[in-house]
């Protein structure tokens, strides 16, 4: 049975907490405040 009409349970995707935050992180650009506030000495490697 469909929780929701036109919806069956392999439909929905769960996001959680950290596709929000991601979500957000991107849509604020805050990786370019960031790197304004503490400039990169050098290169790093992750």
């Known amino acids: 049975m469909p929780l929701i ?3 069956d349970d392999e ?3 769960t996001v959680d ?3 929000i935050v991601a979500g957000a992180y ?3 650009n805050i990786a370019k405040v960031i ?3 503490i400039p ?3 290169h790093h490697n992750l």
């Open 5 to 7: 009409d036109g919806f």
């Open 11 to 13: 439909s929905i995707l």
């Open 17 to 19: 907490h950290l596709g």
């Open 26 to 28: 991107d849509s604020l």
């Open 35 to 37: 790197d304004r506030a």
């Open 40 to 42: 990169k000495k050098r």
